[in-house]
């Protein structure tokens, strides 16, 4: 069956190759370049043949699809200007160029689409439909558009909404495949890992991509080519990577991505200076890098986000004597950390459309007298506000100060588009709030999760990058805080340190305070916990943050004495009704005899 | 006959392996699709189907002279039920439902069991021969049974008595009862009497049967009518509304109900409760356009206790949009979803 398949696909690449030879007439360049190497095509590479252009009535049909469900981001003419456009970053693709990211062709040519076959590996627009681009607002169209639509759709964008290119110009157009599928992985052994450490930085992938490939080498001065600001992926965070197919840990997507380029930005292909070897090396050591759980074992994915799936309690464990404060201390190392997602503050005026920082890796211990934890996220800098800033820490309402949200169109001199990388920063910042009484508190009820509310208050701690760390009193999402300098000073940062692109913040307070002001903490109980992020390069200040669910702190308990008792007595109990029942058997068989 | 026995037979082993494969993640798990939105029925339609072909199996082991104990039949159907719901049933339902599945299915096997004397017999003998303990195999056996089973019961009791930090569960009202009136930007609307004023037909009259008649088509896809387009410049009256409801929705609303209107959207997945799913026929389709109204513009905030309102991150969004584009908005997910707005009659 294989057989029979490669070797039609032979003959038609064959009549394919004669048909364009001789309208192309120049021949024999490239006619039977397997490899390669020899040929004046980058190694892992073959070329291919223009696809036929789909029929009207499949072009007819995807503008019915196109324009129920894709005008909104992409927009009336395709040039990724919808209504959304400009809240969200990264943009909505502009199809007008036929600029498109995610390929298995070379870099500068149109991707993969073959309007009679959705097959994996040869259809790159049809699986960036099909998956979408993790880490965008593009979703996965799997099992809401039919394979059929999805063809449609993509008929409808390749021939009418790509206006400077076309698919069958043979005199302009190439297609350059990267042979994927035939070409054999290197295994990511240590070895392979290290060499790809080593490349990353001979190939200067981490002058953009930051030392530890946390995106924050080159972050405030990338451009798309349209002239919209960028910023690097981060190879920690494999999951939003665009390419990855919704199967983020497959070391294939990132070869993939690195030997095809990403068009319409700097990113771009290695295929001419690497060779394929090397290509693997660099994969696998990116691959390597993306977050792990404790065995070193991928994180499980949920494939309905596609992000990594949480767990809203944070344990922190009982430890002995002083709380460390080197975060590598063995202490801290052997806790469990457990991921925090974050969305953007989208609930009151200033939302935050676009929030940089989406997760935030928490682990936390305590002993007898106070609690700690260990904040780690990423962000590209550390921002730390030029000058004396105009409010007072405790004030929130900053819009009489021109902290305003933006406009939703393009072009308006406040959009995002227009500030993005160029915001007046402010300080680094993270909070967390528990509720105070949480003890009375009639469940389920908690106060709000935006810095409670007037029935219910709430113990906010924060700390600024300006190094301050402070205790506040929350009692509404517009009300501003108040101080609680008597706690602040029992508080410690024990450390706060932003190092290649990574915020780790270490904050002890203690476990009991005043019961009518801070939180109170006991052991075995969930106290409702939300955390709070500022990235001061976004421009993130006040309600303009990201924000957390509602998530649960709880000191676990020493394991008590009766987890050791019953299940004993229950095991001493089936020993003796198992000698019942043997005896009975025994009693009756003799009876029967 | 025979040979349609042998297919079917076949092709349930092929298709266990594939979902035992599937389960321990050697073939990716989407390798049979679960199609959203059809998930109970395709369910049902599996398990027939293996149902169906487990008997094919059975019977062509019993023509071949290898027959299966009926002991051995029963515990590995339990098994597999047990597994297919744990493992195969996409988005996992909670462990009480399954136990709940559990015990229906091992009184079902129950009853197969015992359904004649002699199949009784047949069931019960291989327990008894352990029991007896009359050949060596099973004297070994036995001994292995009466040590293991206090050790493994030792266990999972130790197990169930550890202090359990898994999250407490909290049972919300999505739907909550919603008041009589609501004040919105000054003015008071009674959600029984107030109407969408954008759905109107080319008159300008409030007319439900018109609009009605050029929502997306329902099935897969959910498209537009094809002379039904909101882009189309000359479209006038209602279907500009939706067009304008939907600039609104895609600039404030998608980021978390999704640009497909299924609650899956750019900010979703850090939120919880999750963002409500318009496609789902539990939610606008069940749902009164002033209780929409109402739920829009007074947000999470403006829920009674029931619903969570300390937890929901829903904008009131009278605090970012005009009463106009509120209604504009409710009509263009309507018009989005192919669904009718529940009517008070």
């Not at chain 1, 005896?583 to 003799?590: D, F, G, H, L, S």
Request: proline share 8%; charged share 25%.
């Amino acid at each position: 069956m294989r057989n029979l398949r490669s070797r039609s696909k032979l003959i038609l690449i064959l009549i394919a190759a004669v048909g364009i030879t001789m309208v192309s007439g120049s021949a024999g360049v490239w006619t039977f370049a397997e490899e390669g190497s020899g040929s004046g095509l980058p190694e892992g590479f073959k070329k291919g043949d223009l696809p036929p252009l789909p029929p009207a009535e499949m072009i007819e049909a995807g503008k019915r699809v196109y324009f129920t469900k894709c005008v909104w981001c992409h927009g009336v003419d395709g040039a990724g200007d919808g209504p959304s456009a400009d809240r969200l970053w990264p943009r909505p693709r502009n199809f007008n160029q036929g600029t498109f990211k995610i390929r298995h062709t070379a870099s500068g040519e149109l991707p993969l689409f073959d309007y009679r076959k959705p097959t994996p590996g040869q259809n790159d627009l049809f699986e960036t439909v099909t998956h979408g681009l993790p880490g965008s607002a593009m979703p996965s169209w799997e099992g809401i558009l039919t394979e059929e639509q999805r063809l449609q759709v993509l008929s409808f964008v390749t021939t009418q909404l790509v206006k400077d290119r076309r698919y069958d110009d043979k005199e302009t157009e190439t297609l350059t495949m990267l042979q994927l599928d035939s070409i054999k992985p290197i295994p990511p052994s240590k070895e392979s890992i290290e060499k790809g450490a080593q490349l990353v930085v001979d190939k200067k992938c981490i002058e953009c991509h930051g030392i530890n490939g946390r995106g924050d080498g080159n972050a405030f001065n990338l451009k798309d080519d349209w002239g919209f600001p960028i910023q690097p992926a981060s190879w920690h965070k494999c999951w939003n990577f665009r390419g990855s197919r919704q199967d983020a840990y497959n070391v294939k997507n990132i070869f993939r991505t690195f030997s095809t380029g990403v068009n319409g930005t700097p990113m771009p292909s290695f295929a001419d200076n690497t060779t394929v070897e090397e290509r693997w090396h660099i994969a696998n050591f990116v691959q390597s890098l993306c977050e792990r759980d404790t065995n070193g074992e991928p994180l499980p994915i949920d494939p309905l986000t596609d992000k990594p799936k949480v767990n809203f309690v944070i344990r922190s464990g009982p430890v002995e004597g002083d709380i460390p404060d080197d975060p590598q201390h063995e202490l801290w190392q052997k806790r469990e950390r457990r991921i925090v997602l974050f969305g953007g503050q989208i609930t009151h005026k200033p939302r935050n459309f676009v929030n940089r920082i989406d997760d935030v890796w928490v682990r936390s211990i305590y002993n007898n007298k106070t609690i700690a934890f260990m904040f780690q996220w990423e962000d590209r800098s550390k921002s730390v506000a030029e000058k004396k800033l105009p409010f007072q820490p405790t004030e929130v309402n900053l819009d009489t100060y021109g902290i305003k949200e933006q406009p939703p169109k393009t072009g308006e001199p406040d959009s995002i588009a227009a500030n993005q990388n160029k915001y007046t920063v402010y300080n680094d910042a993270f909070a967390f709030q528990f509720p105070v009484k949480w003890q009375e508190l009639p469940p389920p009820e908690k106060p709000r999760f935006l810095w409670g509310d007037e029935k219910y208050h709430v113990d906010i701690t924060k700390w600024s990058a300006d190094g301050s760390l402070k205790a506040f009193t929350g009692s509404g999402w517009d009300q501003d805080f108040e101080d609680r300098d008597d706690f602040t000073e029992k508080m410690k940062l024990l450390k706060a340190e932003w190092k290649d692109g990574l915020w780790t913040l270490m904050i002890q307070r203690p476990i009991k305070g005043d019961y009518d002001e801070d939180t109170y903490f006991e052991m075995g109980k969930y106290i409702p916990t939300v955390f709070f992020a500022w990235d001061g390069h976004n421009g993130d200040i006040g309600r303009k943050m990201a924000v957390s669910a509602f998530y649960y702190t709880i000191l676990e308990p020493p394991i008590p004495k009766e987890t050791y008792i019953y299940p004993t007595l229950i095991a001493v109990g089936v020993v003796i009704l198992e000698g019942w029942v043997l005896t009975r058997r025994a009693n009756k068989k003799k009876g029967k005899i | 006959m025979k040979g349609l026995l042998w297919i079917a037979g076949l092709a349930g082993a092929v298709a266990v392996v594939v979902l035992v494969l599937m389960i321990f993640g050697l073939l990716p798990a989407n390798t049979v699709k679960l199609v959203e939105g059809y998930m109970p029925m395709q369910m049902l339609f599996e398990l027939a189907f293996f149902v169906g072909v487990f008997s094919a199996i059975s019977f062509l082991l019993n023509k071949s002279g290898f027959p299966l104990p009926r002991f051995w039949q029963g515990i590995a159907f339990i098994a597999f039920i047990l597994m297919y719901l744990k493992y195969r049933v996409y988005p996992p339902i909670p462990f009480s439902v399954r136990a709940m599945y559990g015990t229906v299915t091992i009184v079902g096997v129950f009853m197969w069991m015992s359904g004649n004397e002699e199949d009784w017999r047949k069931f019960k003998q291989p327990i008894l021969n352990v029991l007896d303990a009359g050949t060596r195999f099973h004297k070994t056996l036995r001994t292995g049974y009466l040590i293991g089973i206090p050790i493994l019961l030792w266990g999972f009791s130790y197990n169930s008595f550890l202090p359990n930090l898994d999250e407490p569960i909290e049972l919300r009202t999505v739907h909550p009862a919603p008041p009589a009136s609501t004040k919105v930007h000054g003015k008071t609307f009674v959600l029984q009497t107030s109407q969408n004023p954008y759905r109107v037909n080319p008159e300008g009259k409030y007319d439900q049967e018109y609009t009605n008649a050029q929502i997306v088509e329902q099935g897969m896809g959910r498209l537009m009518k094809p002379n039904a387009n909101p882009w189309d410049p000359k479209a006038e009256g209602y279907l500009k509304y939706v067009r304008e409801g939907g600039e609104i929705f895609f600039q404030n609303c998608h980021f978390c109900h999704g640009d497909n209107l299924n609650g899956r959207g750019l900010h979703a997945f850090a939120f919880n409760p999750i963002p409500a799913n318009f496609t789902d026929p539990g939610t606008i389709a069940q749902l009164q356009e002033t209780f929409i109204f109402w739920r829009v513009s007074k947000g999470g905030i403006g829920l009674p206790r029931e619903g969570f309102p300390w937890a929901s991150v829903m904008p009131p969004w009278e605090q970012h949009l005009t009463t106009d584009e509120i209604w504009k908005v409710v009509l263009f997910e309507y018009w989005h979803t192919g669904y009718y707005p529940r009517t008070w009659d």
